[in-house]
């Protein structure tokens, strides 16, 4: 038997309350009664427990679903972050780019101009300007002191764009607008000596990942363009040297630490297209130019060209749009060399200030020395050799000078057996006298000895030929001006400019041509003078 003491008195107990119905069972009776209730209260005890077991293993089981939940929760959330963080990324590379072509970004604007008015002593329109004197009727080279001397109103509009790339290239694209024209009126009908033009339009790249080498920091360049080593004397208005045309190149190809290179192939007709005196053709010029710099100082270049088809264009009128007439050996090839010294902190090294200076040298069509290849009239044997040199000098607190000098020799230019000699001197000098206005002082002298050896041009249907002169011209300008900006330095601008211009020349000269300036009606040796404002501003 299965019965305790305690299960005995649990059944008394239970059975104490029901004595009537007790006392009718048996005490194996009522034994085996609780025995079987007994028994099924183990039973339910034990069902109760394997539930228990089993709620346990379902909490268990959903804990663990739970915290698998949780982890997928968790990497969920860690994908969204990563995709937001790279959708941010996106968002702020769209956002730097829209940065970067925003319009104002980047973009340049550059002008020169000059205006005024010219009147003469007799209350005329005056005569003048920078190649005024007979010697530069050679392609308009030989030029005397420009203050007080243009007549001219001349502008040139540059507008440029500067584009920096993801990978660190960058391009720049400009482009340049210029008109010129000697007639005061404000508006001014396009003719012979009036014409917009554009005078630049190219684009140039840099800092590509694949160059390396000697061309790891050079620039690529195509269009229209004037060179980038271009320079000139500015108080003169004349170029030492002007390389321009239509073609690429590439520019700071690194030889050595103090080495390096410019390359360039242009193409160019000759002369001005626009000009009535021009006889169009297909004829280009095709130049090809090393430009090399050794040091911060030292410049050599060399350029060879070819015009075919330009020796086939014989007896006719210039291809300069001149009115000369061409000579029958002209040539279609040509040679040209330079050597230069460019100093921008000392005056030939004597004391602060700048200095530039060239050597030329060229032989057929490469005897144009300022403008190598822009004229075509040139003969097979021609040659020519050219000086020019300029400097700015600080000389007291309020007083600075630039003197200037250019030489040429030429011969057998335009007809075999010719010669050309010429030489200008021309002396600028600023004197401040308040923050805002200083006195302009020019003076300039010119010796010319032309021997053009039978050379022809055509005037009102006439032929005649230019004559064998030589002799001297003299100009004197004093101009009272106004400037903002640095009023010690003598290329600040703006300018505005009162003026008075004395000149004079030999008698002799008014001979050399009857539609040149000399000699002209009111414009003939015994002095002259101008008057007039002018206007002139760069930045």
Known sequence: M?????????????????TAQAAALTVEQRLALLESRLDDAVNQASEANARAKAAEQRT????????????????LNARTTVSEQKMQAT???????????TLGDGVEFNAYARSGMLVNNHGKGGRGGPGVSPASSLNGDAHVGRLGNEKDNYVELSLGKKMTFDDGSWAHFKTMIADGANNPDPWVQDNDSHHINVRQLYVEMGNFADFSGPVKNASIWAGKRFDRDNFDIHFTDSDIMFLGGTGGGINDVQWGENVRGDYSVYARNFGDLGSDHYDDNDVQN????????????????????????????????STTGSYALRSDNTAKNGYYAMLAWHDK???????????????????????????????GDLTDNATSVRFASYGILPVAKNWEIAPSVIAQHSEDRYRDGDRYDWVSFNLRASQAITRNFALLYEASWQYMDLDPNGRTYRSDDTLYRYQKVKGDFYKLTFAPTFKVGDIFDIKARPEIRFFATWMNWDKALDRYAVNDDFGS?????????????QTEIWF
Request: hydrophobic share 40%.
């Open 521 to 533: 009606k009111g414009f003939t040796a015994g002095g002259t003078w101008n008057f007039g404002v």
């Open 2 to 18: 299965r019965i305790t003491l305690i299960s005995a008195a649990v059944c008394c107990a239970f059975f104490g309350v029901n």
């Open 60 to 75: 268990i089981s959903a804990e663990n679903r739970a915290k698998n939940a949780e982890q997928q929760l968790h990497a």
């Open 345 to 375: 902190q000392q005056f030939y090294g004597l004391a602060p200030g700048v200095s530039e200076t060239a050597l030329q040298y060229g032989g057929g069509l490469g005897a144009e020395a300022r403008q190598p290849g822009s004229d």
């Open 286 to 317: 095709v130049m090809f130019t090393a430009n090399h710099f050794f040091g911060d100082h030292l410049q050599l270049m060399l350029t060879g060209m070819t015009a075919q088809g330009n020796d086939t264009l014989k007896d006719r009128t």
């Open 91 to 101: 968002e702020n590379k769209v956002n730097a780019q829209a940065s970067k072509s």
